[in-house]
């Protein structure tokens, strides 16, 4: 799977971007741009990992990304 793949499966998974957005009080663009770049960033992770109660290994941060 590639990392936009698995970015955009995770954000919907999460409720879609409007959803993400709206919780994290960020843009629509915002998440978008993680889905077009193929990674959420670091930072983002660990607010959506709080958010969400999920744990950071399951969000594709550049990290995961690489693996």
């Not at 879609?16 to 629509?28: D, I």
Request: charged share 20%; net charge positive; hydrophobic share 40%.
């Amino acid at each position: 799977m590639d990392s936009n793949t698995a970015v955009t499966k995770f954000i919907d998974s999460l409720g879609g971007a409007a959803q993400v957005a709206r919780k994290l009080g960020k843009t629509r663009q915002v998440i978008h741009n993680w889905r077009y770049r193929g990674h959420v960033p670091a930072d983002a992770a660990l607010l959506i990992a709080r958010e969400y109660g999920i744990s950071v290994d399951q969000i594709p941060t550049r990290d995961s990304s690489a693996t």
